[in-house]
């Protein structure tokens, strides 16, 4: 599990305009294990936001790009997945389903997963 504060300052200032002064941040998670494209995985008590930082062209000009912003609300569903490969390097796959479109986020750690579906579930209800 990451901390906010030690989440990328631009992840963290996105992160910041995305939400409402009423939003409290409940869970932050790194996935996809690249080195070089994590994905900052940020769950709120109102949403679900997945944010990476792209590089444009060359290593000095980057963005960040806001990949889901989901509303707990709208949620219809969310399952653990683990392949043999998720297994033997103790990952997951979170796959959140919203009006019929499956959203991905891949090789969270198991345990993150795990927290982050606990958290989503009693959330929604």
């Given amino acids: 599990?990451?901390?906010?504060?030690?989440?990328?300052?631009?992840?963290?200032?996105?992160?910041q305009a995305q939400l409402r002064t009423d939003e409290q941040i409940r869970l932050c998670m790194l996935g996809r294990s690249s080195l070089l494209n994590p994905d900052f995985v940020v769950i709120t008590?109102?949403?679900?936001?997945?944010?990476?930082?792209?590089?444009m062209g060359s290593l000095s000009a980057s963005y960040?790009?806001?990949?889901?912003?989901?509303?707990l609300s709208q949620i219809t569903a969310?399952?653990?997945?683990?392949?043999?490969?998720?297994?033997?390097?103790?990952?997951?796959?979170?796959?959140?389903?919203?009006?019929g479109n499956k959203y991905l986020i891949n090789n969270i750690s198991y345990r993150d997963a795990k927290r982050a579906m606990t958290l989503i579930s009693s959330c929604r209800e």
Wanted: glycine share 2%; proline share 2%.
């Fill in 1 to 15: 599990m990451a901390e906010f504060h030690r989440l990328p300052s631009r992840i963290q200032e996105t992160t």
């Fill in 45 to 55: 008590s109102d949403r679900v936001l997945v944010l990476e930082e792209r590089q």
């Fill in 64 to 71: 960040i790009n806001v990949r889901c912003n989901l509303s």
């Fill in 78 to 99: 969310i399952e653990l997945d683990q392949s043999l490969k998720h297994r033997i390097f103790g990952q997951a796959a979170l796959e959140i389903t919203v009006n």
